[in-house]
């Protein structure tokens, strides 16, 4: 069995969907953030092992795909605003035609200036002898601290080493300040280029969800109808999950991250899918409850329809302007209310709700942000106040409840219901548009595609 192949085979001079110049446009962006006599310096992923000499499926870090859409292991980009003789810098593998030969084509150092934009670029052989000499003399170096712990030594042993020639005029970097916050506040901002990827991406997860529900019969696996959904996002482009999936029939529902997909279903229960492809590196996270037989019981159907409408609540809340726990704020309501409407909860609801009584049934919060990781970068809380959302932000709404099969402060039928429905959207400047766009919410919606 050969390793994973960091390079993809799509032509060198181009990265899907997304043309060099928006790649030009975040470094750009991302220097003029920077203080003058600086340099950043950004490290890719690097290959993972599975299992003795096999690896995972390379994929590239997000925040160094995002600043240059490079696509092999190990690389190094150095930004240097304002450096006359280049100011994006990059380091990646020579070519090898004995690697070639295994693993699959290289760029190299020569191909990457050409194809990725990059004013100067040289094999990752030299990175000794050169990038010590660009820290070298800088005021700050932005630089994100422990995520490699190998290249933080490195980094370290160069300034180290400025630092004992200073007696021969050699000036170390001032200070060095953590790259992340200034990245990730430009990542939460989606340009049109990536909200073409998200809405590719979540077409492809509402395709294959509304298969899993067609497909769906008692006694199938959980995993069949994830091999269901993966087999619909390969169909369509997408490679790969973005997360792994989970396929939760009856009170595996209750548990927030169960991945174990390996129980059979039952007719007479729900199961909850929350599952997304990741399309060109943007990811798509979308939940669907359903029933396992095609036909809502009672009270499932009750518990299915207060969480629909705790979602459309969150939904009212999101427009720019609006604070980003406002729809969180909107789903406590609903779901409080609804709860002591259906005998879960006794009591007043401000109360109950200041109690923070709900989250015996609601435990996690209505969303998150979305784009190249699924629980995508950006301060919720900047400064300690709520963040307001703005234009190009794009978010999950999931809103849920879960009735332990161990609550015996409820009666026996409500144990071991798990319901969560979520979707993806965008702020937009009047309102949010839906990316996922296309599946069934409703109850009866959901009866009729599987009938």
């Known amino acids: 069995m050969t390793s994973a192949q960091p390079c993809s085979g799509e032509p060198l001079d181009a990265v899907p969907g997304l043309p060099r110049g928006e790649f030009q446009r975040r470094r750009q962006r991302l220097m003029d953030m920077m203080e003058d006599n600086s340099i950043a310096i950004v490290t890719a992923a690097g290959l993972a092992v599975r299992s003795r000499d096999t690896e995972y499926p390379f994929r590239q870090d997000s925040d160094f795909h995002y600043l240059t859409g490079f696509p092999e292991p190990d690389a190094v980009a150095v ?64 630089y994100s601290m422990g995520r490699s ?44 280029a990536e909200l073409r990827q998200l809405r590719q991406a979540a077409a492809i997860s509402v395709r294959a969800h509304r298969r899993a529900m067609v497909q769906c019969r008692p006694g199938m696996y959980e995993y069949a109808l994830e091999a269901e959904m993966q087999h ?33 279903l039952r007719s007479g229960d729900l199961v909850l899918i929350d599952a997304g492809c990741e399309y060109r590196g943007y990811a798509s996270d979308i939940t669907r409850t359903f029933p396992v037989n095609g036909r809502f019981s009672r009270r499932q159907r009750k518990l299915y329809e207060l969480v629909l409408a705790a979602q459309e609540a969150a939904f009212a809340a999101l ?33 109950l709700i200041k109690e923070g009584a709900y989250r015996d049934f609601y435990m996690h919060r209505v969303g ?20 307001i959302l703005e234009p190009g932000m794009v978010l999950t709404v999931e809103p849920g409840l879960y009735v332990a099969p161990d609550n015996t402060a409820v009666d026996r039928p409500w144990r071991g219901l798990g319901v969560r429905i979520e979707d993806d959207v965008v702020i937009t400047e009047d309102g949010f548009e839906l990316l996922s766009s296309g599946l069934p919410r409703s109850a009866d919606e959901i009866e009729a595609l599987m009938a």
Not at 93 to 117: I, M, N, T, Y
Not at 234 to 260: F, K, L, Q, S
């Open 319 to 351: 427009a720019p302007g609006q604070d980003w726990n406002a729809p969180h704020e909107a789903t406590v309501d609903v779901i409080t209310r609804g709860l002591v409407d259906l005998g879960l909860l006794s009591g007043r609801v401000e109360k």
């Open 368 to 387: 998150h942000w979305l784009g190249l990781d699924v629980h995508d970068v950006g301060d919720y809380r900047p400064g300690g106040e709520w963040r």
């Open 149 to 192: 712990r190998d290249f933080d030594s490195r980094i370290m042993a160069w300034v180290n080493s400025i630092r004992s020639k200073v007696a021969a005029g050699a000036v170390p970097p001032g200070e060095f300040t953590d790259l992340d916050h200034l990245l990730h506040e430009q990542r939460l901002y989606k340009s049109a």
């Open 79 to 142: 930004l240097l605003p304002g450096r006359a003789h280049g100011e994006y810098v990059l380091f990646c593998h020579e070519k090898d035609p004995v690697q070639e030969l295994w693993h699959g084509a290289r760029v190299g150092a020569d191909a990457a200036s050409e194809a990725f934009g990059a004013d100067d670029a040289f094999p990752l052989s030299d990175i000794d002898d050169i990038l010590p000499g660009l820290i070298e003399g800088r005021g700050r170096v932005y």
């Open 232 to 264: 619909e996002y390969a169909r369509h482009g997408a490679r790969h999950a973005a997360y792994p999936a989970i396929v939760a029939g009856g009170a595996n529902a209750c548990t927030m991250h169960y991945t174990a997909n390996d129980r059979r």
